[in-house]
């Protein structure tokens, strides 16, 4: 029997002309499991906390019914961002700083996917520190999670953006003295409608921070903390229980659509708080550019794509 490919779905067929036996509906698949969505092995060493997050990933994949033609995941360069390496499905491990550009070409051009961009405190507040600025104000539908560890490991040890005053490093072997940014406060006063804290070491809560993450509609940042166990072992104790921290969720009576008291929150001092620290709706980037395509498709009528380009040609002319 031969079969015909659509949708990544292989479909029977009996004969040469016969109609193809179309694929099940969503609700008669099997959710996909970990085995299913897992590449190639993690080469991450040991103990680091991306492995958790990426667990979690596969867990959300699972129960929220992701199938592999809906996959997407992005990220730039780094320890973290070798996540699409690790997910069969689609996506993209792309240049150094810029896994937000790429991935918003993906969100705007396909409104059937909601993508997912991993990365790093290097890759998302240095290099790409810009473009995480702009996604962020211009509302672009996707969920950013940074896994934060306050270090440049990959490269083996090096001062990042979010490392502590006094850390010393390769580049800083006398100690830190440049402020570090606040990912929380850069991410609400940038315009993410949706900003959310949490830590690899809970991962009930990396999951339930994922999945109202990807409810929103509009750009939705994660900072997850994730320890670097070669290059800064210990660096987020202080929020682990067990080894005598505190995980100090936001408080209940907080307002989530209080900009200046979510902005105050993050303000905190270390192991601050976890959860949910902004979210409010607005229109994305998404909608405003669908409308804008409507509304010029109403003035040309049923003109071909070429036709369009061809009448705008004209008018240079």
Known sequence: MSSIAI???????????????????????KPLMKKDVSADHPTWCPGC????????????????????????????????????????????????????????????????????????????FSIGGNHFSHTARRNIKMTYVVMDNM????????????????????????????????PMK?????????????????????????????????????????????FYEGAFDNSNPRKGGKFVEVPKEHDITDEYAAYRLADESAPGNFGIFYKVDRPTKNENETKVISDHRAKVGNLADWQILQKSFDRMK
Not at 59 to 70: S, Y
Not at 158 to 182: A, E, H, L, M
Request: net charge neutral.
């Open 186 to 230: 850069q991410a609400i006063s940038s315009g993410a409608t949706f900003v959310a804290r949490t830590t690899h070491t809970n991962p009930n809560h990396v999951l339930a921070m994922m999945e109202a993450a990807m409810d929103h509609n509009g750009f939705s940042f994660i900072e997850c903390l994730s320890e670097c166990v070669e």
């Open 49 to 124: 906390g991306d492995f958790s997050v990426l667990a979690l990933y596969f867990k959300l994949i699972e129960k929220r019914r992701i199938w592999h033609e809906k996959i997407m995941t992005v990220a730039g360069i780094g320890c973290s961002s070798r996540f699409p390496y690790f997910v069969q499905g689609h996506g993209a491990h792309f240049i150094h700083g810029r896994a937000l550009p790429f991935a918003s070409g993906v969100s705007i051009s396909r409104p059937d996917l909601h993508v997912f961009v991993f990365g790093g405190d290097g890759d998302a």
């Open 151 to 182: 270090v440049y490991g990959l490269t083996k040890k090096q001062t990042s953006p979010t490392s502590p005053i006094g850390f010393k490093s390769k580049t800083d072997v006398w100690g830190n003295f440049d402020r570090p940014i606040n």
């Open 7 to 29: 949708s990544g779905t292989s479909l029977p067929r009996t004969g040469l002309n016969a109609t193809p036996i179309p694929p099940l509906a969503d609700s008669d698949r």
